[in-house]
């Protein structure tokens, strides 16, 4: 199975840039589409982004559209979150998460089995 660990996260100021990591090695990350999700206080876990098995199709929740990228390399077992004008919105735990092992990729948290541990982002106004 999916062995998930993030890195990266962060305190900031609003418009800064951050990059999250995560690396899977659990030895089938090529098999999964990935996905970040980010989870505040009080708050339900809400999807960010998820890439396919390939890189070659993402989906990005409409709030952060235009500044989040997703990507991976799967011959380092690693994806990444690549975050642009941050605003004190997106504060959250971030977390990685890998589905399953299938091209129909998903936004919900009921399509990821494993998980990783979260990493803090904090975007300071």
């Known amino acids: 199975q999916a062995q998930l660990v993030e890195s990266g996260g962060g305190s900031v100021q609003a418009g800064d840039s951050l990059t999250l990591s995560c690396t899977d090695s659990?030895?089938?990350?090529?098999?999964?589409?990935m996905g970040w999700f980010r989870q505040a206080p009080g708050k339900e876990r809400e999807f960010v982004a998820s890439?396919?098995?390939?890189?070659?199709?993402?989906e990005y929740a409409d709030s952060v559209k235009g500044r989040f990228f997703i990507s991976r390399d799967n011959a380092k077992n690693t994806m990444w979150l690549q975050m642009n004008s941050l605003e004190p919105d997106d504060t959250a735990v971030y977390y990685c998460a890998a589905g399953r092992k299938s091209d129909i990729i998903s936004t919900s948290t009921g399509g990821y089995e494993h998980w990783g541990q979260g990493t803090q982002v904090t975007v300071s106004s």
């Open positions: 659990g030895g089938t990350f090529s098999n999964y589409y």
């Open positions: 890439v396919n098995w390939s890189g070659g199709i993402t």
